[in-house]
């Protein structure tokens, strides 16, 4: 049974800095495409940064290109979202997500809320 548990959310003031941390187990997270995804209060849960359905590249948000970093250690089983410069409109719960190589991602944590106040 695959699990996530995420880690790292808080309140920051805006341009400030966060990193998130999932651990994976249950998988080897190098086997496995691995992403972020974030849902704000009346919004729907939207694809942040993480690998392309083919595993072989790293996709990001639009709105996040620049400022935020995703990567991973596969000796720990560790994916990381480095957020650089954060904004208000980057509040929400962040979520670690897992799926197999070609297939939706369809493991999710428990999720990790970040508040960004102006």
């Known amino acids: 049974q695959v699990q996530l548990v995420e880690s790292g959310g808080g309140l920051v003031q805006a341009g400030a800095s966060l990193t998130l941390s999932c651990a994976a187990s249950?998988?080897?997270?190098?086997?496995?495409?691995m992403g972020w995804f974030r849902q704000a209060p009346g919004k729907e849960r939207e694809f942040v940064a993480g690998?392309?359905?083919?595993?072989?590249?790293?996709s990001y948000l639009d709105s996040v290109k620049g400022r935020f970093t995703v990567s991973r250690d596969d000796a720990k089983n560790m994916v990381y979202l480095q957020m650089n410069s954060l904004k208000p409109e980057d509040t929400a719960n962040y979520y670690c997500?897992?799926?197999?190589?070609?297939?939706?991602?369809?493991?999710w944590g428990q999720g990790t809320q970040v508040i960004v106040s102006s």
């Open positions: 997500a897992a799926g197999r190589i070609y297939f939706p991602y369809d493991t």
């Open positions: 249950g998988h080897t997270v190098r086997t496995v495409r």
């Open positions: 690998d392309t359905w083919s595993g072989e590249n790293i």
